[in-house]
């Protein structure tokens, strides 16, 4: 079983920027960030393999939002820059143990708590 406990998350006006982190207790294969509007479908925003690097992104993030990671302390970092209102939502990181990682969130076995992120007009 691994854990994951994210950080990061907080109010800011549009075009600003936060940087969300979310620490595994263990390895995983792939690691994902998703987010969840109130009213809305869980959405993946991003995700990366993390013996490769490999990286995808939503359309609707791309550009403006980039995953990476810290494979010496199991940490998965999300970078957000020029957020807008429509980036509010409950962000939540999750991880694969392994075979094909993509942005469906059924694909994943391990969620974190989440951590809220609100952006201001």
């Known amino acids: 079983q691994v854990q994951l406990v994210e950080s990061g998350g907080g109010s800011v006006q549009a075009g600003g920027s936060l940087r969300l982190s979310c620490v595994a207790s263990g390895y995983t294969y792939c690691m994902g960030w998703f987010r969840q509007a109130p009213g809305k479908e869980r959405e993946g925003v991003a995700r990366?393999?993390?013996?490769?690097?490999?990286?995808v992104y939503a359309d609707s993030v791309k550009g403006r939002f980039t995953i990476s990671l810290d494979n010496a302390k199991n940490t998965v970092y999300l970078q957000m820059n020029s957020l807008k209102p429509e980036d509010t939502g409950m962000y939540s990181c999750?991880?694969?143990?392994?075979?094909?990682?993509?942005?469906?969130?059924?694909?994943?076995?391990?969620w974190g708590q989440g951590t809220q992120v609100t952006v201001s007009s």
């Open positions: 990366v393999y993390t013996n490769s690097g490999n990286t």
């Open positions: 999750a991880a694969v143990r392994g075979g094909y990682c993509g942005l469906q969130a059924q694909l994943y076995n391990y």
